[in-house]
């Protein structure tokens, strides 16, 4: 589903070049629940980005269903990429002036979907989904970190997308709150067609899924293969 084919990604800061991704080749099959561990700096942030289409590397190829997502122009990519990538990150990204309803009807509205009844009714569906029937009227400072989170992941999946990209998605969260968006983010898994890829630096996080790619200054140091997800 997702060919990753050397990729390359050079920052320059004040003259010095800074190699965050060396010559990165992976393949994410369509189904498939992969985690991306490593140290800090080793580059997981920046090999999700250019997954996801969030950022070009420097060199190499990156194939979505055959199509090299790094020679589409900027409008078909952010077309490209409301349809098919959901993105949820560490520090939830909401919009503090929205309440809950209107985070997660966002995306439609950047699709063109013109009717306000039609997103809420939407966004209110996918918030039953995650649990939060009773916040779809709160704003993200009334909520607490583990339901930012799950708006954010209900941001994530309106426009249902092919692949989920998250990016330390429990990093701000304690142990509770990280185990219950783990068991959504996998309940969503075996019941949406998609495609899960979790960006974690902790172990028994990471380990939770089929595969784990460890990166290492840049580089796959090793790629785990874990046992088979359920699904359907
Ligand atoms: N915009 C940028 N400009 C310059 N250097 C950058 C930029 N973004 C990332 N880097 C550098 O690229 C390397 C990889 O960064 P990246 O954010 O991908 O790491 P990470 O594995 O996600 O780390 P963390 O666990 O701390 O989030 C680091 O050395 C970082 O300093
Ligand atoms: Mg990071």
Do not use: C
Request: proline share 3%; no cysteine; aromatic share 6%.
């Amino acid at each position: 589903m997702i060919e990753v084919r050397d990729i390359w990604k050079v920052y320059e800061k004040k003259g010095v070049e800074i190699n965050a991704l060396r010559s990165i080749t992976l393949e994410i099959k369509e189904r498939e629940y992969i985690s991306i561990m490593g140290p800090s700096g080793s580059g997981k942030t920046t090999l999700l980005n250019v997954i996801g289409s969030l950022d070009i590397p420097t060199k190499g190829e990156v194939l979505f269903e055959e199509k090299d997502l790094v020679k589409m122009n900027d409008t078909d990519i952010s077309q490209f990429r409301r349809k098919n990538i959901g993105f949820v990150f560490q520090m939830y990204n909401l919009i503090s002036d929205l309440t809950a309803w209107e985070n997660v009807s966002l995306p439609l509205y950047y699709d063109g979907v013109k009717d306000k009844s039609v997103r809420k009714e939407k966004a209110v569906e996918v918030l039953k989904k995650v649990g939060l029937k009773d916040r779809i009227n709160h704003y993200p400072a009334e909520l607490s970190g583990g339901e930012e989170q799950r708006v954010a992941i209900a941001r994530a999946l309106i426009n249902h997308p092919k692949v989920i990209l998250a990016d330390e998605p429990t990093g701000n969260l304690d142990s509770k709150s990280s185990e219950g968006i783990m068991n959504l983010f996998e309940e969503i898994y075996e019941k949406e067609n998609i495609t899960l890829v979790v960006v974690t630096h902790e172990r028994h996080i990471a380990e939770r899924a089929e595969k784990i790619i460890h990166l290492l200054d840049g580089t796959v140091q090793q790629v785990e293969e874990l046992k088979e997800f359920s699904k359907n």
